[in-house]
Protein backbone atom coordinates (compact mmCIF):
# COMPACT_ATOMS: atom_id res chain seq x y z
CA UNK A 1 0.00 0.00 0.00
CA UNK A 2 0.82 3.67 -0.75
CA UNK A 3 1.23 6.09 1.67
CA UNK A 4 -0.32 9.32 1.67
CA UNK A 5 -1.06 12.91 3.37
CA UNK A 6 -4.47 13.18 4.26
CA UNK A 7 -5.54 16.93 4.54
CA UNK A 8 -8.97 16.49 6.67
CA UNK A 9 -6.67 14.32 9.11
CA UNK A 10 -3.87 16.09 9.42
CA UNK A 11 -1.73 12.68 9.34
CA UNK A 12 0.22 10.74 6.71
CA UNK A 13 -2.18 7.57 6.39
CA UNK A 14 -2.10 4.32 4.00
CA UNK A 15 -4.32 4.81 1.33
CA UNK A 16 -7.21 2.52 0.99
CA UNK A 17 -7.75 1.62 -2.90
CA UNK A 18 -5.18 3.49 -4.29
CA UNK A 19 -4.37 3.37 -8.20
CA UNK A 20 -1.62 4.52 -10.27
CA UNK A 21 -2.49 7.23 -12.67
CA UNK A 22 -0.58 9.42 -15.30
CA UNK A 23 -1.02 13.54 -15.42
CA UNK A 24 -0.33 16.14 -17.99
CA UNK A 25 2.61 18.33 -16.99
CA UNK A 26 3.93 21.59 -17.93
CA UNK A 27 5.30 21.48 -21.56
CA UNK A 28 3.46 18.07 -22.10
CA UNK A 29 5.52 16.09 -19.26
CA UNK A 30 4.17 12.77 -18.20
CA UNK A 31 3.52 13.04 -14.02
CA UNK A 32 3.16 9.80 -12.00
CA UNK A 33 0.48 9.57 -9.67
CA UNK A 34 -1.27 7.96 -6.73
CA UNK A 35 -4.66 8.36 -6.00
CA UNK A 36 -6.71 6.83 -3.35
CA UNK A 37 -8.85 7.06 -0.08
CA UNK A 38 -8.18 7.97 3.59
CA UNK A 39 -9.01 4.56 5.35
CA UNK A 40 -10.30 6.66 8.29
CA UNK A 41 -12.79 9.78 6.89
CA UNK A 42 -12.66 8.18 3.50
CA UNK A 43 -11.54 11.71 1.78
CA UNK A 44 -9.79 11.31 -1.32
CA UNK A 45 -6.21 11.07 -1.53
CA UNK A 46 -3.01 11.57 -3.64
CA UNK A 47 0.15 11.98 -3.95
CA UNK A 48 2.85 12.94 -6.60
CA UNK A 49 5.40 10.25 -7.70
CA UNK A 50 7.82 12.26 -10.33
CA UNK A 51 8.00 11.90 -14.19
CA UNK A 52 7.00 8.81 -16.52
CA UNK A 53 9.07 7.64 -18.65
Known sequence: MAEGYCVKCKEKREMK???EV???GKGGVKR???KGDCPTC???M???LGKAD
Open 46 to 48: FKI
Open 22 to 24: EMN
Open 42 to 44: STK
Open 32 to 34: RAL
Open 17 to 19: DSQ
